[in-house]
């Protein structure tokens, strides 16, 4: 056995992000649809989503906060839980999908969006660029087009 099997701390920890882009691991192509969603179409479907649930916490409860934030999660609930994507999503062309690339299950879009409406948990992604609330549901936000 020699030295550089055992490596150096000046060498820094292991490279362990060794693929070229997001999803190469997961066995995700790097363009097209099962692709990974990127940061503009995330966050252009997110704000779709958030003006639909102003607009509506606008016409029932005059744009309450709490509202707001409460019918963009059950928003989030009913339509990723059971459809795999919402109407930003769909606008934009994303879906959330389960490991395998198929659909997810109806609890997997509560968890997902409870810990959505967090917002933490999605400030901490991981090389694939799955948030804390993507990893917890075991789901992936894809490209369908």
Do not use: Y
């Not at 550089?4 to 060498?11: A, G, P, V, Y």
């Not at 649809?33 to 639909?52: E, M, T």
Request: proline share 6%; aromatic share 8%; with cysteine.
């Amino acid at each position: 056995m020699e030295r550089k099997d055992f490596s150096s701390w000046l060498e820094g920890p292991p490279q362990l992000n060794s693929q070229e882009w997001p999803g190469q691991r997961l066995g995700r192509p790097e363009k097209g649809p099962g692709s990974i969603a990127r940061f503009p179409r995330r966050l252009g479907a997110l704000c779709v989503d958030w003006a639909l649930s102003m607009l509506l916490s606008w016409w029932l409860f005059n744009l309450n906060d709490l509202a707001t934030l409460a019918l963009f999660c059950v928003g989030q609930m009913i339509a990723v839980g059971f459809t795999g994507h919402s109407i930003g999503h769909r606008t934009f062309g994303l879906q959330v999908q389960s490991m395998d690339g198929t659909a997810i299950k109806p609890l997997t879009g509560v968890i997902r969006s409870v810990l959505l409406c967090l917002v933490i948990p999605v400030l901490f992604s991981d090389a694939d660029q799955r948030g804390f609330h993507d990893r917890a549901g075991k789901s992936v936000l894809v490209n369908i087009r």
